[in-house]
């Protein structure tokens, strides 16, 4: 995550958001900006597996940049806590079959916002066992060890007290739920705190593009972490792409869920669909390629991309639905996608703000092709109003 990678663009914190400029004459990866939509700054989730917490306040932060409320600092831990105590008791009721991990999904983020609000980040960093970075090893194993003790139902019958047991190990990590609060002179609670900003969690909606559910009706994505089974609209890829264009040009982020396991995903700041194939790629001696192991194979794709662009494969409809069905395409982490760009060669990328703190060569910014967007999306969510017309049509939305 750390290592130096072969090209430079510089970026440069202006008015709340992260501003991208040109660097041409840098060797490797050189980006020119398409469109450019404002973000708050680079947050490391530390040792924890909470980005879809990071990434769906990172993409309400923008939000409210776009809604003229200025930069927020929104409290990702308040937000990781409510859903921890949600997803205790469908554990429960469900006897266990249920994923109960540290992962979530933007639902956890959009759909609660009603119910329990936001709270700003300095009234719950969220950091009250002795560190000052994010580190959920201990908690976690402790909530799914008092959780499966319970199960157990060793009185034959569940006690009245224990959710507040559950509670009170969140209590001690997170900190207790703020119930009312004072944010710059005033008084809240997080919900009231959420209204004056202008949340409502009927603004989003979830997209997703596969061929085992009907296109242009919702169904809820089967992947471990979409726990409240929270529905996404069924897009053609064609669509999908539509969807999320729009929403860039029209000055919108988008929350994004997608795999990142591939050697395609850099951890230098490069997302990129190699074509494992292709002579630019692999070299003219095919003999030689075909005889390497598949760590040295991988190791000599990684080299590629990291001197520049390599060439890519063209990801259809039926290799996006492959690539989930045989389970290369997981749900692994969660970003935020906030513009477009285009390399020396033209190819597009997309501008993806990740929550690993200022990792690579980019600080903490990474470059995804359309190819690997197409590829490895999962789901994301965008503001309705970024949806273009016609596909909002074929929903039902308008």
């Excluded at 060797?27 to 917490?53: A, D, L, R």
């Excluded at 207790?176 to 009927?202: D, I, V």
């Excluded at 999908?240 to 700041?269: C, H, L, P, Q």
């Amino acid at each position: 995550m750390k290592k130096l990678f072969v090209a430079s663009v510089a970026l440069l914190i202006a008015v709340s958001a992260w501003a991208q400029t040109d660097n041409t004459n840098s060797p490797g990866y050189q980006f020119s900006v398409v469109k450019e939509n404002p973000i708050t700054s680079i947050k490391n989730q530390g040792s924890s597996g909470t980005c879809w917490s990071f990434s769906g306040v990172g993409f309400l932060e923008s939000e409210l940049l776009k809604m003229g409320k200025g930069e927020q600092d929104i409290s990702e831990m308040y937000i990781v806590r409510r859903n921890y105590e949600d997803k205790a008791v469908k554990y429960i009721r469900l006897n266990g079959s249920l994923n109960f991990s540290q992962g979530g999904s933007f639902a956890d983020v959009i759909e609660t916002l009603n119910e329990y609000g936001v709270a700003p980040n300095e009234v719950m960093p969220g950091l009250d066992y002795g560190e000052t970075g994010h580190k959920h090893g201990e908690m976690a194993d402790g909530l799914t060890g008092y959780i499966n003790g319970i199960m157990k139902n060793g009185n034959k019958k569940l006690s009245t007290s224990w959710y507040n047991g559950f509670s009170g190990i969140l209590d001690a990590f997170l900190g207790q739920k703020p119930e009312n609060f004072t944010y710059k002179g005033k008084n809240y609670t997080p919900q009231s705190f959420a209204k004056e900003l202008g949340l409502n969690s009927n603004n989003y909606i979830s997209f997703t593009s596969f061929t085992h559910h009907p296109f242009y009706a919702p169904f809820a994505v089967e992947v471990p972490d979409n726990w409240r089974w929270a529905l996404s609209y069924n897009v053609p890829l064609d669509d999908m792409i539509k969807v999320m264009d729009n929403a860039i040009e029209k000055g919108y982020t988008i929350a994004w869920a997608s795999d990142v396991s591939e050697v395609g995903f850099s951890r230098n700041g490069i997302a990129v669909v190699p074509d494992d194939s292709a002579p630019e790629n692999v070299g003219s001696d095919q003999a030689h390629w075909l005889g390497l192991s598949a760590t040295e194979k991988t190791s000599t794709l990684k080299k590629k991309i990291e001197q520049g662009p390599v060439k890519e494969l063209v990801i259809t409809q039926e290799m996006r639905q492959k690539g989930y069905d045989n389970y290369e395409t997981t749900d692994d982490h969660g970003m935020q996608i906030f513009g477009i760009v285009k390399d020396q060669n033209g190819t597009k990328y997309y501008l993806v703000k990740n929550s690993w703190g200022e990792a690579g060569a980019y600080k903490g910014i990474w470059y995804a092709s359309e190819a690997f967007v197409k590829y490895k999306t999962i789901s994301f969510v965008v503001n309705k109003e970024a949806v273009p017309k016609d596909v909002a049509g074929k929903l039902n939305l308008r």
